[in-house]
Structure formats: structure tokens, C-alpha cells
């Protein structure tokens, strides 16, 4: 069997760049090209000393460890403990995640088994199970583009949700209860009393208000005309408020007696503050039904 040892070292130092790079990404630290190129070119290396005589020692799993440590240290240098501890741990956790998806995706489309004559029956060499080049050519950078993907969306849900605090918000004998998004951007108060303006989601809410109520704050510019009188009339409020490409919009918003905000650190209850009526959905995926003012979270009327 010809083995084409340079076609195999070349694919070698571009999966090892690819490698070192999105470690890199994931770390967030800015990596110069050349001490990636560095490191790849290391890590190459390997599948060479595999085939000269008397490097058999190289496959032992103490030296795997001890080279990992010299291709890390080439690449992202050595600050401190903690840090290219950190990077070692990632580089391995990218290599193992690329490799199961190569394994993976390879046993996915594979078709090894077949039914003959009603008898299960299955094809194999007495060489292990190949994956094909085109195969690694192809799927590779698929996985990488996938696995980067995928990573860069799990840290963005861990930031959204580390923004994600409960709240309860307490109308008479009414007690909503939602989970909040902690938007900093929000900006909006009320132009008399100053109260910051909470948002909330009355698509998913609505249920918990009277169809008189929801009449009246459906149709902000005539809520005090003549008709019944609800309950809560004497609670709502008009907030104007600007929108991207829109001017002089007004928001319907009511006055609860308090709203309790928890979050990982504390928990506190608010008094003076709006809940303004969105009936128009906050988030597609359903993730939260609120929008709190940061503000709010400054004010220290802490629950017991």
C-alpha cells in the first residue's frame, strides 16, 4: 500500500491551523496568523515521527499530553496557570467535539448492513471501518463551520439568559407572574411622574385581565371615553414614546401596586413604576414575557 507521506503532513498542518483557530475564536483572544501557523506546524509534525523508526514512544499517552502542552505554549503562549490551563483544556475539547462530528456524520451516511435472503447481514474488511479523503475534505470544514456555529449560539443564549431575572407584578388581587428581560436600552418613563416603564407581553398575559379592561387598553386614544367603568380604569395611563422610524406613538400602561424583581443576586420589590401593554409579541421564541427598565433594578426597596 503506497502511503503519500507529504499529501497526508499538508492535510495534517490545515487541520491543525483549523483546529488552533477556532480554539482561538472561543477564547476570545486575538491570536497572531504566524504563531497559529506555528502551532499547526507542530502539530503536524506527529504524523511524521509515527513513521520513523524508533518513535514508536510517540504514541504513548503521557507524550501525547506532554506534546499537547508544547503545541498550546507555541500557540497561545504562557501568562498564566489558569489561562493556558484554560487553553489547553479548550484545544482538547475542539478536537474531541470536531472528531465524534467527523465519526459521527461518517456512521450516519454510512449504509454497512443489508438484508439478504430475511438474514441481517453486514459488510466489513479486516482493516477497521476507513473514512474516505473526499469525505475529510468535505466534512471537516463542515463541522468546523458547524461546531463554530453552535458555540457561538450557546454563548450568546448564556449571556441572554444571565439577562433573564422573575418577576411578579401585583394588581388588586391579580398576580402576574413572567419572566423578564433586563434590556438596558429600554429608556422609556412616564413624562409626569418620571416612573420607569416596564413591558409586558399581553398576548400571553391577556387571559388574566377582564375583556372590559382589555377593551379599554386596546384602544389608547379614546380609553376614557363614555361606557362601563372598569375596575381599573383609574390605574391606567398614557406613556408617548418613540419607536425606530416612528414618532408620537402612545403606549397603554397601568399602575400596579408593586412588582417583585428576582434575580440571581436579590430580590426587590419596585413600587413606583409603570407596566406598559404590548399586544404585539416580545420574543418569538417565548423566552421571556417581559421587558424591565433598568432602572428598576436600582431601586433597593429589597423584599423580605
Known sequence: MAVYLDVIWLLNICFDYMLLMLTSLLLKRH???????????????????LFIPGME??????????????????????????????????????????????????????????????????????????????????GFPVIWLFSKKRLSEIEAKKIHYDQ????????????????????????LR????????MIL???????????????????????QSEGEVDRWEHRLRIVPFRA??????????????????????ETLVVKKVLVGLSFQSLSGEKEYSCILHPKMLAEKANAS
Open 31 to 49: 491570536v497572531r496568523k504566524r504563531r497559529l501557523a506555528a502551532g499547526a506546524l507542530v502539530a503536524s509534525l506527529y504524523v511524521i515521527f
Open 201 to 223: 407581553d399581553m398576548t400571553i398575559h391577556s387571559e388574566q385581565f377582564s375583556d372590559q379592561f382589555l377593551e379599554k387598553a386596546k384602544n389608547v386614544t379614546d380609553f
Open 57 to 138: 514512544f510517540m504514541v504513548n499517552p503521557l507524550v501525547k499530553l506532554f506534546y499537547s502542552l508544547i503545541i498550546v505554549s507555541m500557540t497561545f503562549g504562557f501568562t498564566r496557570f489558569r489561562s493556558f490551563l484554560q487553553s489547553w483544556l479548550l484545544f482538547y475539547f475542539v478536537t474531541f467535539m470536531i472528531g465524534g462530528g467527523m465519526l459521527g456524520a461518517h456512521y450516519f451516511f454510512k449504509q454497512d448492513v443489508g438484508v439478504y435472503n430475511g438474514a441481517i447481514a453486514t459488510q466489513g474488511t479486516g482493516f477497521g471501518d476507513p473514512v474516505s479523503w473526499g469525505f475529510v475534505l468535505v
Open 244 to 265: 425606530v422610524g416612528q414618532d408620537h406613538q402612545f403606549l397603554c400602561a397601568l399602575k400596579p401596586d408593586e412588582v417583585e424583581i428576582t434575580t440571581k443576586e
Open 190 to 197: 412616564d413624562p409626569l411622574s418620571g416612573a420607569p416603564v
Open 164 to 187: 433573564i431575572a422573575t418577576v411578579k407584578i401585583t394588581i388588586d388581587d391579580v398576580i402576574v407572574t413572567a419572566a423578564a428581560l433586563i434590556d438596558s436600552g429600554n429608556q
